[in-house]
Structure formats: C-alpha cells, structure tokens
C-alpha cells in the first residue's frame, strides 16, 4: 500500500493541471481496488459539487452533474466530514439519480472527504455492481487516499486553473484568492518573477520566450556541454571501476542521445517554453515512467534521469546571465524566499514578496517589514511553476493572493493602493511630533535592525534610538568569528550614529534557526537545543571578545545598552554577568576610559516568565521578545507554516505571561520594553500602552503606524481596552475586539488595506 500511495502522490504532484491530476487518481484508485468506479466531486464556491473526474461513469457528466449542499450522497459525506460506506446507495433516503452518468447498475458506496485546512474540498467516491459494503481495508486505504492527496489537489486545484483545464473553469470562480499568512503588511500589485535554487529542477517555472532559435541553440550547447563532461568522467574513471559501473557512463550518454527525451525538450522550447522549463517537464515525466516500473532495477534508474536532467540544467543556468530584467513593479516569488535571495534583488524595482514556505516570524518576513515590501507567506497552494510574468496582487494584511486577477477585482486593489500611498503620506508627517499619548504619557519608539547599511533610514525615520541591534549579523557574512577590534569598529559605527540616544547591542544569539557557516550546529530540536546565551557561556572565550568589543565601542558615548538572549534561568544570569564583570575590569585594568553599561534580559521563554521578579532584581530592564515568547508558550514553531497560523501574539496566555512580566519588574522599579514584532502590530500596541510598557522597538515601516495608535490613545483608554481583553478566552475575539477599536479610533487603514 505504501508503495502504491507514493507513487499516485507523486504522480499527482507532477500534474499538468487539475485535469491530469484527477484522471490520475480516478484511473489509479479504480484499479487498486477493482471497482466499477472512482470518481472525484470538488466543492465550488457556492458549496456545490461538481463531478470533475471520473473512471467508470459517463464521461459526458464531467463538468455537469452539480449537487447543491445537502444534495445526494457525496453531499452527506461532506456534511459529516467522515465516510459512507453502503451497501446499496440506491436505497438510501439521499441518494439523488443523475441519468446521464449510468450509475444506476452500482450499489456499492463508498465516499470519503478530502479535507485541506480543515475544510472539507471534495469527495473521492468508489462504486461496484455487487450490494456488499466495503470491507475495512478498503475504507482506511480510501481515507489514507483521501489524506495524501489533499493538498495535491488543492495545489493542482488552483494549477489547473492557471493553466486553463476544462474542468478547473467550473470549480473555481474567477479571481479566486489563493490564501497564505500574512508577512508584512500592504498591498502590492505587479509582475511575479519566480526565483530557484540553482540546479532544482523540480522548482523551475514555466517562462515564456520569444526567440525560439536563440533558446535551441542554448540547449544544444549545453547538451554537448554534457556529453563531453560525461567522456571525460568516464575515460578518468575507465581503469578505477569495474565494467558494470563503468557501463553507468555509457547509459548516460544513450539517453542524452534518446530522441524522446531531447526531442521532448526541443518540442517544448518550439512551443514557447524556456529550455529549463522543457527540461523540467520532459525530465520529470521519464522519470514518473521508470518511478512505476515493477522491476527494482529499473525504477531506481528514475534516479538516473533526474541525475541527468540536473546536469544539463546547471549548464542551462551558467549559460544564463544574471536576472536583471526586473519589471518596475515586480513580485519576487519562490517555494522558499531566503533574506539574502531579498537581499540580492533591485530593491527599488521589488513591490511585494510571496513565498510558499515561512511564516509571519520568519528572517524573510521580518526582513521584508522592515523593507515595507508587503508580504504573503505559507502561500502552500500556490502554483509556482506556472506564475511567472503573470500579474500577481499580494495582499499583506490579509495573506490572500490573486494571479491573473479579474478587471473588477484589480480595480477594487488599485483603489485600496491609492489610498495606501495617501496613507502612508500622512504617517510622513508624523515624524517630527512626539510619541506620547493624547493625556501626555511618552512612549519611546526605538527600531530593530541588525545591518550597518539600516543606519540612515533608522535615524531619518524619528526614531529615539535602538531597542535592539542583532549582532549575529556580522558573525554569519563571515567565514570565522570576527575579533576583537573588527567588532568594536562595527559596534562604534552604531552607537556613534545615534548618541546620545540609547542603543541596545544584543549578545550573539545564534543556533535554532540562525547557524554560523563555520561553527555548525546539527541537533534534534533545535529550538529547544544549544542556542543563544547557552552557547556563550559554553564559550566564554566568544563572550568575553563581544562584550570587549562592546565596552570599547562605547567609549566617550556611554550610550550602550548589553541585552541577553535566551536566559531561562537564574544562574544563567549570575555567571553572565560574571564574565562581563570581568571584562570590564580587564579593560580598567589596561587603562581604558569605560563605563559600566546598562544590562537587560530578554524574556523569551516560560521560565523567565516566572522568574521576572528574580530576574529583574539582578539587571537594569527587562526586554520581552514577543517571537520566541508566544512561539515557546504555544508550542508553534513559527517557521512551520503547517501550524503557523495557531502562532498569534495575542493569544490570552501571551498577554497573561507580559502581564505578569510587567507587574514583577514594578515590584523593583524597573522598566519593561518590548523588541518583539509585537511592538510593530498595531492593534498589540494599544494591549502594551494600558500594560504601561514605556518602550517599543520595531521596524522601520512599522514605527510611523505606532507612533499613529499611540497619539490616538489615552492611557486611561488604552487600561480600559486591557482590561476588556484579560478577560476574552481566545485570540479570535481579542484581535477582532481590537480591529474594532482601531476602526472606531479612525485607524483602520493600519490593519487592513485601504485608508
């Protein structure tokens, strides 16, 4: 069973289009388990469903056969969201006849729900000519079936329509969005531009070209790039492998020379593909075909045509010059957008971001709000391959995206982005006024960044300083740890650029999803591993150069802050500040002009939590790192994008937790800020105000919109909406109630789009 399920998923994955993808479950399924019939009902978007494929029913009655809700068999199996295994479907009280699909001679019935995101999205339905029930070993392979193969056909649901299937125009409506997580807010319309791993053949899109000839001509020269790559390899390897291994070589180039895998490729560049695209199809389906072999040998050959396919298009790809044809308004999309995939792109060219896999925490995420690039990410329906140069809308408040969108549908966004530009026109002009509340309660703004080249726009945004300069940075574009004196010089260069405001130097915090090239990390788990000031302490000789570097940074400026990452216990704390401690009388001891810095923790897992007050009674101010802190509270992994939407800083028990944080740091009169991307939300911002948190440290493009809330806000108001929210049971109704708030506040435009 195992076996067979791997190869129908694969297969599916590797449609075309819906079409295909349906014909290949429908045909494979009826095979497996020697019925009359399998067929595939996909729910529009009025709750119907529709016959989309089928092996054993009329034909005719694909794209017809339409059951409203609460019609027919394959309607009640939705509605229970379980299966339905009868005897005779013709005697049930639900069972509803279409005469034009010559059902009538089936009594068996089985049907099991296709369930994507918790929504029940079509029905796989088998029937047999015998009255018997399906036997238990039928049913757990249909429910197994039905589990495997959502999401493939949600992805090829949406393919499909991209690409224009007959049956996909039923299903879908037009403009149907394609629903990710919110990344980074606002709205961006412009032209998708797909970006892949080099040498990822499966990852490639489909793009079209124009001239044909010039494209030939790139795969023919690196066709024969190839074939002299594999002589060579096999005249240097001729007298170190035996016969039969050797052989390999000359398998190779047979099937560079097989006319259905080349003529398959020049077919697809003659009818507008780009050769890398015609690679990847042709290459992709020969492999499928050596996939279903029943001999060993030669299914594993499958192996042997990716091989060979990932050859020719690393040629492909040396042949082809930088990317540099970026539209004015161009979307960078890709299965994983990475920050220095961002980083590498024109940025004034780059008007929003999507990627399939991340979330709302990931690096590219917060990269991208600190851009303003408005951002969608988990996007696990969209349909890569086949996006590229299509017009693309991305909605960042809502995480919903729009390929090929209607004309009613691009001028209702156009709109909504016209007023967004007014929007952020308007936030300009805050810039010179304080940030206090309208009863005179100062909030200081302070930004996150972690590059040297954020300095000017950081000081140029009305910023009041740096609540939290992640020094990791300048660790992992190295091939070592930089010492002592190169990480003074970059240190000097950020405390300098704001003094005599404050600037708070975090410690090295690296591990779980942060690795060094050369100090490699290989654990488990690593979210709950060897991460932040564990690692530190496990090599003080690390610390001791940063803190250093930092002390003398700040010589003549004392403007420094030291905040440590990942303090989880008490006596974490006590042998940190040891070793900075003795720093600093290092540094005395050879005739330095230093100053003792302020030193915060940051609470970023439970146990800090608890132990606030201890923990506040030893430091100078506490910081809590909203990220983490919701991500370890919650058990979600931020970066999974599976779970991603149960990750919410406004979940009850978050704000419970800050709360308790603030009222033990009160206890000992010290100040609590938030570095977090919850200082940047803005509807978290009126929760942090009525906490009476008097420091939020964000990105750049977010501290205008907070500088907005907070000058729309009385603390009085802001303890009254805190304390409504103290009592609300789930993160739904607390971020609805604030939305609300925002909206009667006039500050709606800052959590959806429009103004």
Same mark, same amino acid.
């Given at each position: 069973?195992?076996?067979?399920?791997?190869?129908?998923?694969?297969? *599916?994955?590797?449609?075309?289009?819906?079409?295909?993808?349906?014909?290949?479950?429908?045909?494979?399924?009826?095979?497996?388990?020697?019925?009359?019939?399998?067929?595939?009902?996909?729910?529009?978007?009025?709750?119907?469903?529709?016959?989309?494929?089928?092996?054993?029913?009329?034909?005719?009655?694909?794209?017809?056969?339409?059951?409203?809700?609460?019609?027919?068999?394959?309607?009640?199996?939705?509605?229970?969201?379980?299966?339905?295994?009868?005897?005779?479907?013709?005697?049930?009280?639900?069972?509803?006849?279409?005469?034009?699909?010559? +059902?009538?001679?089936?009594?068996?019935?089985?049907?099991?729900?296709?369930?994507?995101?918790?929504?029940?999205?079509?029905?796989?339905?088998?029937?047999?000519?015998?009255?018997?029930?399906?036997?238990?070993?039928?049913?757990?392979?249909?429910?197994?079936?039905?589990?495997?193969?959502?999401?493939?056909?949600?992805?090829?649901?949406?393919?499909?329509?991209?690409?224009?299937?007959?049956?996909?125009?039923?299903?879908?409506?037009?403009?149907?969005?394609?629903?990710?997580? !919110?990344?980074?807010?606002?709205?961006?319309?412009?032209?998708?531009?797909?970006?892949?791993?080099?040498?990822?053949? #499966?990852?490639?899109?489909?793009?079209?070209?124009?001239?044909?000839?010039?494209?030939?001509?790139?795969?023919?020269?690196?066709?024969?790039?190839?074939?002299?790559?594999?002589?060579?390899? #096999?005249?240097?390897?001729?007298?170190?492998?035996?016969?039969?291994?050797?052989?390999?070589?000359?398998?190779?180039?047979?099937?560079?020379?097989?006319?259905?895998?080349?003529?398959?490729?020049?077919?697809?560049?003659?009818?507008?593909?780009?050769?890398?695209?015609?690679?990847?199809?042709?290459?992709?389906?020969?492999?499928?075909?050596?996939?279903?072999?029943?001999?060993?040998?030669?299914?594993?050959?499958?192996?042997?045509?990716?091989?060979?396919?990932?050859?020719? /298009?690393?040629?492909?790809?040396?042949?082809?010059?930088?990317?540099?044809?970026?539209? %004015?308004?161009?979307? /960078?999309?890709?299965?994983?957008?990475?920050?220095?995939?961002?980083?590498?792109?024109?940025?004034?060219?780059?008007?929003?971001?999507?990627?399939?896999?991340?979330?709302?925490?990931?690096?590219?995420?917060?990269?991208?709000?600190?851009?303003?690039?408005?951002?969608?990410?988990?996007?696990?329906?969209?349909?890569?391959?086949?996006?590229?140069?299509?017009?693309?809308?991305?909605?960042?408040?809502?995480?919903?995206?729009?390929?090929?969108?209607?004309?009613? *549908?691009?001028?209702?966004?156009?709109?909504?982005?016209?007023?967004?530009?007014?929007?952020?026109?308007?936030?300009? #002009?805050?810039?010179?006024?304080?940030?206090?509340?309208?009863?005179?309660?100062?909030?200081?703004?302070?930004?996150?960044?972690? /590059?040297?080249?954020?300095?000017?726009?950081?000081?140029?945004?009305?910023?009041?300083?740096?609540?939290?300069?992640?020094?990791?940075?300048?660790?992992?574009?190295?091939?070592?740890?930089?010492?002592?004196?190169?990480?003074?010089?970059?240190?000097?260069?950020?405390?300098?650029?704001?003094?005599?405001?404050?600037?708070?130097?975090?410690?090295?915090?690296?591990?779980?999803?942060?690795?060094?090239?050369?100090?490699?990390?290989?654990?488990?788990?690593?979210?709950?591993?060897?991460?932040?000031?564990?690692?530190?302490?496990?090599?003080?000789?690390?610390?001791?150069?940063?803190?250093?570097?930092?002390?003398?940074?700040?010589?003549?400026?004392?403007?420094?802050?030291?905040?440590?990452?990942?303090?989880?216990?008490?006596?974490?704390?006590?042998?940190?500040?040891?070793?900075?401690?003795?720093?600093?009388?290092?540094?005395?001891?050879?005739?330095? %002009?230093?100053?003792?810095?302020?030193?915060?923790?940051?609470?970023? *897992?439970?146990?800090?939590?608890?132990?606030?007050?201890?923990?506040?009674?030893?430091?100078?101010?506490? #910081?809590?790192?909203?990220?983490?802190?919701?991500?370890?509270?919650?058990?979600?992994?931020?970066?999974?994008?599976?779970?991603?939407?149960?990750?919410?800083?406004?979940?009850?028990?978050?704000?419970?937790?800050?709360?308790?944080?603030?009222?033990?740091?009160?206890?000992?009169?010290? !100040?609590?800020?938030?570095?977090? +991307?919850?200082?940047?939300?803005?509807?978290?911002?009126?929760?942090?105000?009525?906490?009476?948190?008097?420091?939020?440290?964000?990105?750049?493009?977010?501290?205008?919109?907070?500088?907005?809330?907070?000058?729309?806000?009385?603390?009085?108001?802001?303890?009254?909406?805190?304390?409504?929210?103290?009592?609300?049971?789930? *993160?739904?109704?607390?971020?609805?109630?604030?939305?609300?708030?925002?909206?009667?506040?006039?500050?709606?435009?800052?959590?959806?789009?429009?103004?």
């Amino acid at each position: 069973m195992l076996e067979t399920l791997r190869r129908l998923v694969q297969e *599916v994955n590797q449609a075309r289009n819906l079409e295909q993808a349906l014909s290949i479950i429908t045909h494979s399924v009826k095979a497996v388990m020697n019925v009359g019939v399998c067929s595939v009902y996909l729910r529009d978007s009025d709750g119907a469903f529709i016959l989309m494929a089928t092996d054993g029913l009329n034909e005719k009655a694909v794209g017809k056969v339409r059951l409203q809700e609460g019609e027919g068999l394959v309607s009640l199996v939705a509605a229970r969201a379980e299966p339905i295994n009868l005897r005779s479907a013709l005697a049930h009280p639900k069972y509803h006849y279409f005469p034009e699909t010559g +059902e009538e001679s089936y009594h068996a019935f089985l049907g099991v729900p296709i369930i994507h995101h918790r929504k029940v999205v079509g029905v796989l339905v088998v029937q047999d000519h015998a009255a018997q029930s399906f036997n238990e070993e039928s049913e757990t392979f249909m429910i197994t079936v039905a589990a495997q193969l959502a999401g493939a056909i949600a992805h090829a649901e949406v393919s499909g329509d991209i690409v224009g299937s007959k049956g996909a125009k039923n299903v879908l409506p037009d403009s149907r969005p394609i629903v990710g997580l !919110p990344g980074a807010s606002g709205v961006a319309i412009g032209t998708a531009r797909v970006v892949y791993p080099l040498a990822d053949i #499966s990852a490639v899109p489909d793009r079209q070209i124009e001239d044909i000839s010039a494209e030939l001509d790139k795969f023919e020269k690196a066709l024969s790039a190839v074939r002299q790559e594999l002589r060579i390899m #096999s005249q240097r390897l001729e007298d170190k492998l035996p016969s039969q291994e050797h052989a390999l070589f000359d398998a190779y180039i047979l099937m560079l020379e097989s006319d259905s895998i080349t003529d398959g490729i020049r077919t697809g560049i003659k009818k507008g593909n780009w050769a890398a695209g015609a690679l990847r199809e042709v290459i992709l389906e020969h492999e499928q075909v050596f996939r279903e072999m029943e001999d060993s040998y030669m299914r594993e050959r499958g192996d042997d045509v990716r091989d060979l396919g990932r050859r020719i /298009l690393m040629h492909l790809q040396q042949d082809t010059p930088a990317d540099t044809d970026f539209s %004015d308004n161009t979307i /960078l999309v890709s299965e994983e957008v990475t920050p220095s995939m961002l980083a590498d792109m024109p940025m004034d060219r780059i008007a929003g971001v999507i990627s399939v896999r991340g979330s709302r925490t990931s690096h590219v995420a917060i990269l991208a709000r600190a851009l303003g690039l408005p951002t969608v990410m988990g996007a696990a329906d969209l349909p890569v391959r086949y996006i590229d140069s299509r017009e693309v809308i991305v909605d960042g408040y809502s995480g919903r995206v729009y390929i090929s969108p209607s004309e009613t *549908v691009r001028r209702e966004y156009q709109g909504l982005l016209d007023q967004e530009q007014e929007l952020s026109e308007e936030l300009q #002009s805050l810039k010179g006024l304080p940030s206090e509340t309208i009863d005179g309660e100062k909030i200081h703004l302070y930004v996150n960044t972690g /590059l040297l080249a954020d300095m000017s726009p950081t000081q140029e945004s009305g910023a009041e300083g740096i609540g939290l300069y992640r020094t990791e940075f300048p660790f992992m574009i190295r091939q070592r740890f930089p010492g002592e004196e190169e990480q003074r010089i970059i240190y000097r260069q950020v405390l300098k650029s704001f003094a005599p405001d404050p600037v708070v130097l975090r410690t090295l915090d690296v591990g779980g999803d942060k690795a060094l090239p050369y100090f490699p990390i290989d654990e488990e788990n690593p979210f709950l591993g060897w991460r932040g000031i564990r690692i530190t302490l496990d090599h003080p000789e690390i610390f001791l150069v940063q803190i250093r570097a930092m002390l003398r940074a700040s010589i003549g400026l004392n403007n420094l802050n030291i905040l440590l990452p990942m303090i989880s216990d008490v006596s974490e704390l006590t042998d940190t500040l040891s070793l900075i401690h003795q720093a600093y009388g290092e540094l005395l001891e050879e005739g330095e %002009d230093i100053e003792m810095p302020r030193v915060g923790v940051m609470i970023e *897992v439970p146990s800090a939590v608890y132990q606030a007050g201890s923990l506040a009674r030893r430091v100078d101010y506490l #910081s809590i790192g909203t990220n983490d802190l919701t991500q370890y509270l919650l058990a979600v992994d931020r970066n999974n994008a599976r779970v991603a939407e149960l990750y919410d800083s406004l979940h009850p028990a978050v704000i419970r937790a800050m709360m308790q944080v603030v009222e033990s740091a009160r206890v000992y009169g010290k !100040p609590v800020s938030v570095c977090g +991307e919850m200082a940047g939300d803005p509807a978290a911002a009126i929760l942090l105000v009525g906490m009476g948190i008097e420091s939020l440290s964000m990105s750049v493009a977010s501290l205008p919109r907070i500088k907005w809330v907070v000058r729309n806000l009385t603390r009085e108001r802001a303890n009254e909406i805190l304390s409504t929210v103290m009592v609300m049971e789930d *993160v739904q109704s607390i971020r609805a109630y604030l939305y609300e708030q925002l909206e009667q506040a006039g500050l709606g435009g800052l959590v959806r789009a429009g103004k």
